[in-house]
């Protein structure tokens, strides 16, 4: 069984990730957009990443995927009474990932969380670096969530610009998914085109990784298709080169040097 891996975000990227986890299990790897990320009374809030964990740990609400089933809300009600910000409601259950994403690479905590939910799939954020998703709008550039929860969607968008993808590093858990020697296929999950799936595309080196990988997929498909006994192709077996099974410097390169 070969490796899958996928770029995905929200909630209907997460659900066709679910699906792909539950036939490849430690198979499968998804790569998860974190341009949407944010500080929020002083905890890291990563929705994709917990939309992400709790679909694959079968633990999501089914009509609020971004929150684990039976979620309530004692701390945001009383930050609220308390005169605190209202906009972002903080489960009580949700806070338990915010409070332990301190002082360790976003990659090593995504894996710890998907040991101790019982996920075999590797849930990898695209880089350990901030990158955050800005929607140009007449009044200005403005983060995802202040668009969706503050202007209420309602101001015209003129463009997309992602700040820190150009700096941003592919980290080594990408890059050993993306370059596994058994890679099968790489999956674009149903997921916004704009601020899920391209501040992916955006990180420093991604595109030409998975130009490159895809290239490599097709001609380990084509070899297994020609060996296929029923198949009138010649079996002699395709293979990548050199170059192109190796580590990109671009992609893997300290982002100080690019």
Not at 129 to 135: A, E
Not at 141 to 162: H, I, N
Not at 187 to 203: A, G, K, W
Not at 209 to 236: D, E, G, H, I, Y
Request: a negative charge; glycine letters at 8%; hydrophobic letters at 40%.
């Amino acid at each position: 069984m070969g490796t899958v891996v996928a770029l995905a975000g929200q909630i209907g990227g997460a659900k066709l990730a679910h699906g792909l986890a539950r036939l490849r299990g430690k198979h499968f790897a998804v790569i998860v957009n974190t341009g949407d990320d944010s500080e929020v009374l002083g905890f890291s809030i990563s929705p994709d990443i917990d939309i992400m964990l709790y679909t694959l740990a079968g633990i999501a609400n089914p009509s609020r995927g971004w929150e684990p089933v039976d979620e309530t809300f004692g701390f945001y009600e009383m930050v609220k009474r308390l005169g605190g910000p209202q906009r972002t409601p903080l489960g009580d259950r949700g806070l338990a990932a915010q409070a332990l994403r301190e002082d360790r690479r976003p990659t090593e905590i995504a894996l710890d969380f998907c040991n101790a939910l019982d996920i075999e799939a590797r849930v990898l954020p695209m880089s350990d670096d901030p990158v955050r998703t800005q929607l140009i709008t007449e009044a200005g550039a403005v983060s995802y969530s202040e668009y969706f929860e503050d202007l209420g969607c309602e101001r015209a968008v003129s463009g997309f610009f992602y700040a820190g993808a150009d700096t941003a590093r592919i980290s080594d858990e990408v890059m050993e998914a993306l370059y596994a020697p058994d890679l099968e296929a790489i999956v674009i999950c149903p997921s916004n085109p704009y601020h899920t799936i391209r501040p992916i595309l955006e990180v420093n080196g991604m595109r030409e990784l998975l130009k490159s990988r895809t290239f490599c997929t097709n001609l380990a498909t084509r070899s297994r298709r020609a060996a296929w006994p029923w198949s009138t192709t010649s079996s002699s077996t395709a293979s990548c080169s050199t170059a192109r099974t190796k580590r990109s410097p671009r992609a893997c390169a300290p982002a100080a040097s690019r």
